[in-house]
Structure formats: C-alpha cells, structure tokens
C-alpha cells in the first residue's frame, strides 16, 4: 500500500510525501505521486508530527463530567472507584473508542494508557488504527496478602496484550505506592525486568502521598521505587509534581522518564507544579499527558501544551523558560525516547498530521509558536497512523456510531 500527499508544505517549504508499507519512502521538494499511490490533496496544510499522550487512562471519557470540582483522594474513592468495580470490558471498549475518536481529531498518534480491561482496550486502539502502550492498573490495597491476585492479574494481562502486533504493547503499572504494596512492587520489578516490560505508575502527584512515604518507610518515593528496583530506563512516571533535587538527581541517573500533568494536577489541585526546569538540567526525559478525561476533562494535548509551556514560565518568572520549540518537543514525545515517538524522516512510522493553514490561529507569523501558543485540536485537517488516515477534513469514519455506544455504556453505569 502506497500513499502520496502532495502540495503540503514543511518547514516552509512546498513539499511531497510518500508512504510505502506504513513507513516514509519520500519526503521533500520534488518529490511526486507515483502509479498506484493513494493521493492526497494538501494544498492549504503543513505537515506535522503527530503528537504522544505520555498518560491517559482513556476510557474514562465515559466520567466526563461526573465527578468535578473535588480533591484526588474524595474523587477517586467516593466517586471513580465504586463505579469503576462495575465496569465491563464493553464498557472499558466503547469509552476507550470515544477517546480514541478525541486523540485523532486533536492529533495524537500515540498514547500510554493505564486502565481496567486491557484486552478491551487494546482491541479498541487496533480498531480506531492509533498506536498504544496498555496497561492495567495493579492494586493490592496495601495488603501483602492479596499480592497473589495481583500477580494473577498481571498475567492475565500479559496474555491478553501480548503478540497484538506493532500497534498495541504491554507494559505493567502498578497504580501508586499508596495503592500496592512492598512485595508486588518488588515482584513487579522482578517481572519488568524479566520480560523487558516497561513500568508506568503514578508518583508524587500530592505532598500527602510524599508524608505517607516518609512516615511509613523512612525515604521519599522516588528513593522507595529505587529500593525496590523499580526506578530505571523502561520507567514512567506520572505526574512527579512534587519530586525533590535529591531525587531528581536519582531520576536521572536511573534514566527514568517523567510524564507531567498539568491541567489534571491544576484541576484536582496537586498544590505544585513539575519542576521541568530542574529535570531538564538533569537530563531527564519528559513527556506530555493529558490523564483522563474524568480529570483533565480534555484529551486535546494542543491545549495542554500551551498552558503546559506558560505555566513552566510563570513559576520560573522567566518568559523564554520553555521556548516554544521545546514544549512542541516535549508535546510531540521527542524529549521521551521511551514514550516511542516517530520522526518525519524517510524510513521512520509514517504517524503525521496535516495541519490546516487556512486557519486565523496559523496564518501568520512563526508556525511552531502558533502551534504551542494559539492553536487547539480544531485546526488538525488529517490524521495519519501507519500511513492510514484515520481522520481526513475533520472526518472520522465511524464517529457517530462509536458516540452513541458510549452514551449508552455510560448510562447503564449512571454517568449519562
């Protein structure tokens, strides 16, 4: 399967592309459809890379909504928890399409999603053509005694996720230290190790989650992770709102990667924000997220990393704090390698966007800038993934179809 855009422009220049097998076979001036290319017309559009959702749990759209305006701990175990233990995978399958219909119209390829029913999930990534790393959250409740069923979880989902192929791949997420406890924390390290998983897990997103790790183990979370083994190269954190210089440092030695969350921590009032200056200074890699859409209540990350680049700024009270190419760069996953984020480069995953330039937001002045600073999901025109559009003049096949589904699922758990 062969595709060619043709008059799209790049890097200001007028520009062809070409795609054969999934993949980027051509890319710049003089480069031409050739017999049998699928054409598209991009006259009126730049192209851009597709954007990375470093943390979601995606099918929480069907929670838009429902629980606003309540600190995280009231939120999750009055209002989120007690529906979640109704949740079937139709449920978790439905809400996680609705989001991927969100992802694609606002211009994320890929996602890192860590939910309930992975198998479910993944079957709605491979039937919306997005890429995604799938998860499901690991809980023991803090008791030891129940470390037996969390590994039987883990299993179960290692098979459920395992061999579906290059869009879907697993990686094991315990949901927080307050959540699970010493000994499947350090089992789940054995296995990440064992298997070359990656770990995703929510860390320091509240000062009081940092106090409970002080009091019970004697060391700040970071350093508890690393104790534990958990702390490495295949790790992503979520969130790390309030890591400190000493285990910023360890972060960075480790090689960890941190996904931050701002308009999530604004809303559920973190009380902080990520320190992105002092990560970068160590060399941290750092992405992107939106977290759910029970949290955020968006999943458009062209939204995020505008409010993401100016509150980095206004906390270090320096405007070229994250100058507009750098947040594009977190924003579009190239300051995370373990996110998986592609480049426009011959032989690179054709996942790109075609960006309308017709639009008032992008007309004039600097494209980047206007893409951090003014533009919202709306001006995204094409959605490709694997050289497939999935979105083509603000059209998703299927759309209204996958809408009123997960109308429905959130109605039978009395959330419509």
Same mark, same amino acid.
């Given at each position: 399967?062969?595709?060619?855009?043709?008059?799209?422009?790049?890097?200001?220049?007028?520009?062809?592309?070409?795609?054969?097998?999934?993949?980027?076979?051509?890319? *710049?001036?003089?480069? @031409?459809?050739?017999?049998?290319? @699928?054409?598209?017309?991009?006259?009126?559009?730049?192209?851009?890379?597709?954007?990375?959702?470093?943390?979601?749990?995606?099918?929480?759209?069907?929670?838009?909504?429902?629980?606003?305006?309540?600190?995280?701990?009231?939120?999750? +175990?009055?209002?989120?928890?007690?529906?979640?233990?109704?949740?079937?995978?139709?449920?978790?399958?439905?809400?996680?399409?609705?989001?991927?219909?969100?992802?694609?119209?606002? !211009?994320?390829?890929?996602?890192?999603?860590?939910?309930?029913?992975?198998?479910?999930?993944?079957?709605?990534?491979?039937?919306?053509?997005?890429?995604?790393?799938?998860?499901?959250?690991?809980?023991? *409740?803090?008791?030891?005694?129940?470390?037996?069923?969390?590994?039987?979880?883990?299993?179960?989902?290692?098979?459920?996720?395992?061999?579906?192929?290059?869009?879907?791949? #697993?990686?094991?997420?315990?949901?927080?230290?307050?959540? &699970? $406890?010493?000994?499947?924390?350090?089992?789940?390290?054995?296995?990440?190790?064992?298997? !070359?998983?990656?770990?995703?897990?929510?860390? $320091?997103?509240?000062?009081?989650?940092?106090?409970?790790?002080?009091? +019970?183990?004697?060391?700040? #979370?970071?350093?508890?992770?690393?104790?534990?083994?958990?702390?490495?190269?295949?790790?992503?954190?979520?969130?790390?709102?309030?890591?400190?210089?000493?285990?910023?440092?360890?972060?960075?030695?480790?090689?960890?990667?941190?996904?931050?969350?701002?308009? $999530?921590?604004?809303?559920?009032?973190?009380?902080?924000?990520? =320190?992105?200056?002092?990560?970068?200074? =160590?060399?941290?890699?750092? !992405?992107?997220?939106?977290?759910?859409?029970?949290?955020?209540?968006?999943?458009?990350?062209?939204?995020?990393?505008?409010?993401?680049?100016?509150?980095?700024?206004?906390?270090?009270?320096?405007?070229?704090?994250?100058?507009?190419? +750098?947040?594009?760069?977190?924003?579009?996953?190239?300051?995370?390698? /373990?996110?998986?984020?592609?480049?426009?480069?011959?032989?690179?995953?054709?996942?790109?966007?075609?960006?309308?330039?017709?639009? #008032? @937001?992008?007309?004039?002045?600097?494209?980047?800038?206007?893409?951090?600073?003014?533009?919202?999901?709306?001006?995204?025109?094409?959605?490709?993934?694997?050289?497939?559009?999935?979105?083509?003049?603000?059209? &998703?096949?299927?759309?209204? @179809?996958?809408?009123?589904?997960?109308?429905?699922?959130?109605?039978? /758990?009395?959330?419509?």
């Amino acid at each position: 399967m062969s595709l060619a855009v043709t008059g799209a422009t790049h890097e200001g220049e007028r520009v062809g592309l070409r795609v054969e097998d999934g993949r980027i076979a051509e890319l *710049g001036t003089g480069v @031409e459809a050739q017999p049998g290319d @699928e054409i598209m017309d991009g006259r009126g559009t730049a192209i851009a890379p597709g954007l990375v959702n470093g943390h979601t749990h995606a099918a929480m759209t069907l929670f838009r909504g429902h629980a606003d305006d309540l600190p995280l701990m009231q939120w999750l +175990e009055q209002r989120i928890w007690p529906v979640e233990a109704r949740l079937a995978a139709d449920d978790v399958y439905w809400g996680t399409r609705l989001a991927c219909i969100e992802m694609i119209r606002t !211009g994320t390829v890929r996602f890192w999603d860590m939910y309930w029913q992975p198998g479910a999930i993944a079957r709605a990534v491979e039937d919306a053509g997005l890429r995604a790393t799938v998860g499901a959250p690991l809980v023991d *409740g803090l008791d030891p005694g129940r470390s037996g069923d969390l590994r039987d979880a883990v299993r179960r989902s290692l098979d459920e996720l395992t061999g579906r192929g290059a869009r879907v791949s #697993p990686a094991l997420a315990p949901h927080a230290i307050y959540t &699970v $406890s010493e000994p499947s924390l350090a089992w789940i390290a054995d296995q990440a190790a064992t298997h !070359g998983l990656p770990v995703q897990i929510h860390l $320091s997103e509240t000062l009081d989650e940092v106090e409970r790790c002080v009091a +019970e183990h004697g060391v700040r #979370p970071a350093v508890y992770l690393d104790r534990l083994g958990l702390l490495g190269p295949r790790t992503l954190l979520a969130h790390g709102v309030w890591l400190d210089d000493d285990e910023l440092d360890l972060v960075g030695e480790r090689g960890a990667t941190v996904v931050t969350n701002p308009v $999530s921590n604004l809303k559920l009032v973190a009380g902080g924000v990520f =320190r992105y200056g002092a990560a970068r200074e =160590r060399g941290i890699p750092v !992405g992107l997220g939106t977290d759910g859409a029970a949290s955020n209540n968006s999943l458009d990350l062209l939204q995020d990393v505008k409010l993401f680049a100016l509150l980095q700024k206004h906390e270090a009270r320096d405007p070229a704090a994250v100058p507009a190419a +750098e947040a594009w760069a977190v924003v579009t996953g190239r300051r995370a390698p /373990l996110l998986g984020a592609g480049t426009l480069a011959v032989g690179e995953p054709a996942d790109f966007l075609l960006v309308r330039t017709d639009v #008032p @937001e992008l007309s004039v002045g600097d494209f980047t800038a206007d893409l951090v600073y003014a533009a919202a999901g709306g001006v995204v025109d094409t959605t490709v993934v694997a050289g497939t559009a999935l979105m083509r003049g603000g059209v &998703v096949d299927g759309q209204e @179809e996958v809408r009123t589904r997960a109308i429905e699922a959130a109605r039978r /758990l009395g959330l419509g």
